[in-house]
């Protein structure tokens, strides 16, 4: 199980990896770094469940366990792809498929940090 992220030309990469891949039905995602305007990495219970964002499709849930997938629709989207980890990664996008994406990575605090420079 691993979500692993990524610089490319001017995107970042969200790679999904094993069970990640499978329960999210999906392989990757490809983001513009033009599009991130927000990044931090905070703790799983600070994350408001945004109104609207109850359908999920496709994906998977188990409540306190799984959170994979998206969820909502278009245009106020989210995408989560997290187990059981504490702290999250939480990235907010303008005009792009999704509105906030949910990490589940190992080291979100450094992570954060790292796009924070990227994206400037």
């Not at 999906?26 to 609207?52: C, M, Y």
């Amino acid at each position: 199980m691993a979500v692993r992220t990524g610089l490319e030309g001017e995107h970042l990469l969200i790679e999904l990896t094993g069970w990640d891949r499978v329960l999210s039905i999906k392989r990757q995602l490809k983001v513009p770094l033009s599009a991130i305007t927000g990044i931090e990495a905070k703790s799983r219970e600070e994350i408001q469940r945004l109104p609207g964002r109850w359908l999920r499709l496709p994906g998977t849930y188990v409540p306190s366990m799984v959170h994979h997938g998206s969820y909502g629709r278009r245009p106020h989207r989210d995408f989560w792809a997290l187990f059981r980890q504490e702290r999250v990664l939480v990235l907010r996008m303008e005009e792009w498929d999704y509105e906030r994406i949910v990490l589940g990575l190992e080291d979100p605090d450094r992570t954060a940090a790292d796009l924070a420079r990227a994206v400037g």
